[in-house]
């Protein structure tokens, strides 16, 4: 590994000089301010430290109050808009009706904030210390997601998700309100705060205030934009590639700082930034495949694949965050994330692929303070692949035992059909809580998206790099990044996601997890983690329907249709639906024949006034004649029998092309109750 020693050189890259200073302080302050916190947000080495003064940081959301127990059928209710504390009339204004999000005590500070609906036409208001007139009043699509506070990427709106991770301090009391909901009709949000303890002192947000820190926030805007990273790889150019041969394991670099007279004398080094770049015949595999080791005093705390540790999932899919970025096509990837230690860091990677990895790896040390709050920073991976998502359930992120501060995640799915996958909540439980203290209201809205919109965003603190499409198909990696809304926690840590998909398939969870915590702290690292480093990944995902077996990947959506609520009666109550396909889309399926000799092909299809006309081919050969699906209601065909053909044993090649439609139909719809050879 190369360690770069001009050090003013590479910081230039990523932060300004006020930056530089910033990243050695510590956030000791006993006051909180709006000020305080700004300059934390920005100091990368913040969140590497125990929080002084100390804060617990929980969510007030929108969630399906139904959902009370894991041993209660409400456990995954899904009705989470427009769920609110209570229901209040302001007598002080006109008995005025406002709906409460958010209601507690200070001292604190709402740090994130995330929202989403159909339409804005309210009324946020933030009353603060128990005063009954808002010092904070906007429509609600100009405060969070808006530039009513501050502008982007403080307040941004992502893939219909609106968030603001702009802070608001106060001292007592805020309580969240807003109104007219009859005309609002719905709203998703999700609010993070922390709740400091009651000794300290905070200082209310005021407009005043606001105004005065104009140039603070404008420079903390240009800050966390980050852009310019190129010469950081500058350096990296310059050095050799170094192969990895299958199976092997390579020490990058032992460092020791007793060896390096430059920071013989310092109490701490601090590893940051780090950057690497992979070279393979088969690029997305040797990003999952090769695994990055990282130990800091002799204990391993990181272990992950590099493409998950660096945000990028499946293949390389540039993008820019406030803590690791992917910087263009050519996979140069870069960790700003900031890596404490007091003697030695040693860094490996290991190929658990079938070929041969080249490599690229930058690194730059610094001197750092170690002191009684550092910790070390950890990054674990775990992966199921093939999950049934007819059962609804929680899959654990992570479970820790010990003490430090949860600072985010990087989700990598593998979606095998068109349907919604990520309706599930986040579960987080702190320090052995029961029910947990932050229950989310989708997976999409956790990292800060809305309604599953399958386009690319990227933000300091959330992002969507890949999403394979079309509609939610195939891979998606999605990152939330934590700042002010890092999670600490004295004793243990669990981070549960619901997995709730719209249809039963297969689906692939991968998650890379970032935390900080002291030397004596455990976690439930899997025991099939090289199986499942190991395991083939694609960058272009292949179709996958239970009882079907596609072949290709047809134009238009392609899913399971529950077919229980009609009045005839389907095999499984189900079947084959395809939309949006056009004249001329074919769908090619295999099946196979047990016995070779002459057999018949029969379907079962349905009717109904949006479904096309037909044509099935065996092999390549068109069999039967053009079928005309329209019928002014949803009914079964029956069987239906395509003529008798001399076939083989084995698999064979069973397609259908949309041939037109009548000229009463209002669509193409194609839907396949079943297909056999008899």
Not at 135 to 155: H, M, N, Q, W
Not at 659 to 668: H, L, Q
Request: hydrophobic share 35%; net charge negative; with cysteine.
């Amino acid at each position: 590994m190369k360690l770069a020693k001009n050090l003013t050189f590479l910081f230039a890259a990523i932060c300004t000089a006020t930056l530089v200073s910033q990243m050695f302080s510590q956030v000791r302050a006993a006051n909180v301010t709006l000020e305080s916190l700004l300059n934390e947000m920005t100091n990368r080495a913040a969140v590497a430290e125990f929080p002084d003064p100390f804060y617990t940081n929980q969510q007030a959301s929108s969630y399906d109050r139904n959902s009370k127990s894991p041993d209660q059928p409400g456990w995954f209710a899904n009705g989470d808009s427009t769920q609110f504390v209570r229901e209040e009339t302001n007598a002080d204004f006109g008995n005025r009706k406002e709906w409460v999000l958010m209601d507690e005590d200070g001292p604190g500070a709402v740090v994130r904030w995330w929202i989403t609906a159909k339409q804005y036409k309210t009324t946020f208001r933030i009353y603060f210390d128990g005063e009954k007139t808002p010092r904070i009043e906007a429509k609600i699509d100009d405060l969070v997601g808006g530039d009513f506070l501050a502008g982007t990427p403080f307040s941004e709106s992502s893939a219909r998700g609106r968030n603001l991770y702009f802070p608001i301090p106060y001292a007592k009391h805020i309580k969240i309100t807003i109104d007219d909901m009859p005309t609002q009709e719905r709203i998703y949000y999700q609010i993070n705060y922390r709740t400091y303890q009651p000794e300290t002192r905070v200082e209310t947000f005021s407009m005043e205030n606001l105004k005065k820190l104009s140039g603070l926030i404008e420079k903390k805007l240009e800050q966390l934009k980050g852009k310019d990273e190129t010469s950081l790889t500058e350096i990296a150019k310059s050095i050799k590639y170094k192969t990895i041969l299958p199976g092997e394991t390579v020490v990058e670099d032992n460092f020791q700082k007793e060896n390096e007279a430059e920071l013989k004398n310092e109490k701490g080094v601090a590893l940051l930034p780090l950057v690497i770049k992979l070279k393979a015949e088969n690029i997305p595999q040797a990003l999952r495949s090769t695994i990055l080791h990282i130990s800091f005093d002799g204990k391993e705390t990181v272990t992950c694949p590099v493409g998950d540790f660096f945000g990028s999932g499946v293949g390389v899919n540039p993008y820019t965050s406030w803590y690791t970025s992917v910087l263009d096509k050519d996979g140069w990837m870069v960790s700003k994330w900031f890596m404490p230690f007091q003697k030695s860091c040693e860094i490996k990677f290991q190929n658990l692929s079938d070929e041969k990895v080249e490599y690229i790896s930058c690194a730059t040390l610094m001197p750092y303070q170690w002191n009684e709050k550092s910790m070390y920073f950890h990054c674990d991976w775990r992966q199921e692949r093939n999950i049934n998502t007819k059962t609804k359930r929680d899959w654990n992120y992570i479970t820790i035992q010990g003490k430090g501060i949860f600072v985010g995640d990087s989700l990598s799915v593998v979606n095998y059909n068109r349907g919604w996958w990520g309706e599930g909540d986040e579960k987080i439980y702190v320090d052995g809580e029961k029910f947990p203290s932050h229950f989310g209201t989708g997976t999409e809205d956790y990292y800060g998206y809305a309604w599953c919109t399958p386009e690319y965003f990227e933000a300091p603190f959330h992002t969507q790099p890949r999403a394979e499409g079309p509609n939610n198909f195939g891979n998606t990696t999605n990152s939330r990044y934590r700042s002010l809304d890092a999670i600490p926690f004295t004793k243990d840590f669990r981070f549960d996601m619901e997995i709730w998909h719209w249809q039963i398939t297969k689906i692939d969870y991968a998650v890379a997890t970032y935390w900080y915590a002291f030397g004596n702290a455990t976690t439930n690292q899997p025991d099939n983690f090289v199986e499942e480093a190991k395991a083939k990944v694609s960058y272009k995902t292949p179709v996958y329907l239970p009882g079907y077996n596609v072949v290709n990947t047809p134009k238009g959506d392609l899913s399971i249709q529950n077919m229980s609520r009609f009045q005839d009666k389907w095999k499984n109550d189900s079947q084959l639906w395809w939309r949006e396909a056009k004249p001329g889309d074919e769908l090619q399926l295999r099946i196979k024949a047990e016995k070779s000799g002459k057999q018949h092909i029969v379907v079962s299809l349905t009717k109904a006034v949006d479904y096309g006309q037909v044509q099935f081919s065996f092999d390549g050969k068109n069999i039967g004649k053009v079928i005309d699906l329209f019928n002014d209601g949803v009914i079964r065909t029956g069987e239906i029998d395509l003529g008798e053909l001399d076939i083989s044993a084995g698999e064979h090649i069973f397609s259908v092309k949309i041939a037109g439609k009548n000229e009463k139909a209002t669509n193409y719809l194609f839907g396949l109750e079943y297909a056999e050879i008899k």
